[in-house]
Nanobody, 121 residues
């Protein structure tokens, strides 16, 4: 059993910053990559940022230069530093990890519970 627990969402004014965290616990052999998704009301879920086990990162164009994804592999934790926040960043943010629980087993998707980020004055 693997569990992802998120923290760090909230209400922030435009131009402000937030840092999201997502920690994985349970039976984990390796993590292929970690990412953050978001879903705004009446919109499709979109991939915001992803980081591979090799440290390669990728971002959706709308957050490039403002958001930074990073990891603490010793803690099986992924972070999303969000700066210069805009109202259009308002959404529920969820972390995702591709986890291999045991050697030789296939990877499986694990999801956090979601955390609300609201950017408003």
């Amino acid at each position: 059993q693997v569990q992802l627990v998120e923290s760090g969402g909230g209400l922030v004014q435009p131009g402000g910053s937030l840092r999201l965290s997502c920690a994985a616990s349970g039976s984990i052999f390796s993590i292929a990559h970690m990412g953050w998704y978001r879903q705004a009301p009446e919109k499709e879920r979109e991939l915001v940022a992803v980081i591979t086990s090799a440290g390669t990162t990728n971002y959706v164009d709308s957050v490039k230069g403002r958001f930074t994804i990073s990891t603490d592999n010793a803690k099986n934790t992924v972070y999303l530093q969000m700066n210069s926040l805009k109202s259009e960043d308002t959404a529920v943010y969820s972390c995702n990890m591709k986890i291999q629980q045991f050697r030789g087993f296939p990877t499986r998707d694990a999801w956090g519970q979601g955390t609300q980020v609201t950017v408003s004055s």
